[in-house]
């Protein structure tokens, strides 16, 4: 099940951008305050899903994991009912060979049995969604990966603090549907190769924390187009500011989304300024 997510959280979010906000100081990790809140809570940007050699939890994110009260995911990853109703998304009313030209077919078949070992007629009835979240995941050089949200629930896990998410994987999907329609959907498809390098890129500014250089990186128009960013980015950063106020005057929390979506124009860290919240680096 876990792996299932992956697939799915990995194209979602992390190849995702937005414009580049120069005055943004270069941080993975924001702290959240305002009068009205008695305990300040802690902004975390990911990527979702890395080489294990390539992933940490730097002692910073742990000392704000500690003091705070609840862990937020954009999706409450814990919830098991929910990630069944995602395993059945994965397959297609329609099979691919319905539904795909005949060119397509053949280039596929080939991309998979280069890629994955396995043939077009073994997936036929994965979505085209599922197809391509199988070759994105594989783009990743190596064999053991990890994702940061599993890591982070297993830590509140052990410390008895509660999993909440921001919106719901039914949600999740829609929004994706609606970014990146079975078109573009395709183009991305045959930017397999070009994805490689991207992710690599990416991978180094995370890991140095220069986050506006990760998002200059990503926000390549090959990757992804005003729709897509409306979506993924826009619609979503807005409807998380609506809820994050309420749950921060409950308790604290640690925040942990995307890396894209703290930054820019519409980024979560800019409209919970608009808010009037204090949001500043933790170094």
Known sequence: MKKLYIL?????????????????????????????????????????????????????VTKAFNATENLVLEVDLSDTA????????????????EILPKERQEYLDNLLKKELKMSLKMVDNY????????????SLPCETKKMYEFELINLAKAKNKKVA??????????????AYPTEFLWQQ???????????????????????STLVEGI??????????EHWMLTVRNTNWIEIMPEMMKK???????????LVGENGVIKLLRKEGYKVTPVY
Not at 34 to 42: E, F, G, V
Not at 83 to 97: A, D, F, T, V, Y
Request: aromatic share 10%; with cysteine; hydrophobic share 40%.
């Open 189 to 211: 498809i045959e930017l397999y190769d070009e994805y490689k390098v991207a992710f690599q890129e990416m991978v180094t500014s995370y890991k140095n924390e220069d986050i």
């Open 251 to 261: 308790q604290s929390n640690l925040f942990a989304v995307g890396a894209a979506h």
């Open 82 to 97: 929910a990630l069944m109703e995602m395993q059945k998304s994965m397959i297609s009313k329609e099979k691919l060979s």
């Open 219 to 228: 926000k390549d128009e090959r990757f992804f187009n005003k729709n897509a």
């Open 8 to 60: 799915i959280a990995f194209i979602m979010c992390s190849f995702i951008g937005n414009a580049q906000d120069a005055t943004l100081e270069n941080s993975v990790l924001w702290k959240i305050e305002h009068k009205d809140l008695a305990k300040p809570s802690y902004l975390l940007g990911t990527i979702h899903i890395l080489c294990e050699d390539d992933f940490s939890i730097p002692e910073k």
């Open 127 to 138: 979505s085209l969604m599922t197809i391509y979240s199988l070759l994105i995941q594989h």
């Open 165 to 178: 998410g921001l919106e719901t994987l039914n949600g999740q999907v829609d929004f994706f549907a609606k």
